[in-house]
């Protein structure tokens, strides 16, 4: 890769990810589906992962995942019961997003569109689905529990509509970074058939 190319890559990411958490932040009220909001953050690693590598997903997913923190970090009682933020929960959960976006469907498929848009709606439920299930076991384990959503609630009125959503932002997205992406022409010039031996090297970290 030329300095040239890299430089482009760096600046488009950046620009890339400032703006998906400003907008994340800022009109994320005026962007309703059912009471849901798209998950800008979310759609664009499992993107950024899926169509350019290993590399690219666990370094937008390490980024984003801070941002995520800084914006909505989750906030428990200590022990004086008083709220207490903590950091670190998104950047390790979007780290281990922008892993699986990358290897899911690494090879057999050649990162194909429609498996992209799948991609975001697998990865959106799995992530939603353990947020709800490590939200009711720290409430049970802390002995805050009181009352938990009704398993209909859970499906048909959080995961399902936030699902749906992002499937409806993910289309746009992807076709901005396949086509105007931090690669020339959307493709990764070390990726061959939509592989590369750079998907492995995770595994010897």
């Known amino acids: ?5 890299r430089a482009r890559q760096v600046i488009l990411y950046i620009v890339y990810i400032t703006t ?35 590399k690219d997903g666990i370094a937008a997913g390490v ?33 281990y997003v922008g892993l699986l976006s990358s290897v899911l469907f690494r090879k057999k498929f050649r990162r194909k569109f429609s498996l992209g848009i799948l991609q975001v709606g697998m990865i959106s439920l799995m992530y939603y689905s353990a947020g709800h299930v490590i939200s009711w076991l720290y409430l049970t384990l802390s002995g805050n529990l009181t009352e938990y959503y009704s398993l209909r609630y859970i499906i048909l009125d959080s995961i399902l509509p936030q ?43």
């Open 63 to 95: 980024v984003v995942g801070i941002f995520r923190d800084y914006f909505s970090g989750p906030v428990i009682s200590g022990i004086d019961k008083e709220p207490v933020a903590v950091l670190g929960i998104g950047l390790l959960a979007f780290f």
């Open 1 to 5: 890769m030329t300095k040239q190319q």
């Open 163 to 205: 699902v749906v959503i992002n499937l409806i932002f993910a289309v746009p997205l992807l076709l901005l970074l396949r086509f105007a992406g931090p690669y020339k022409k959307g493709v990764r010039s070390s990726l061959v058939d939509g592989y590369s031996m750079e998907d492995r090297k995770w595994q010897s970290i």
């Open 20 to 54: 998906v958490c400003c907008v994340q932040v800022t009109f994320s009220r005026s962007l309703h589906f059912f009471g849901k909001t798209p998950d800008l953050m979310l759609i664009f690693v499992v993107l950024a992962g899926y169509l350019f590598g290993t």
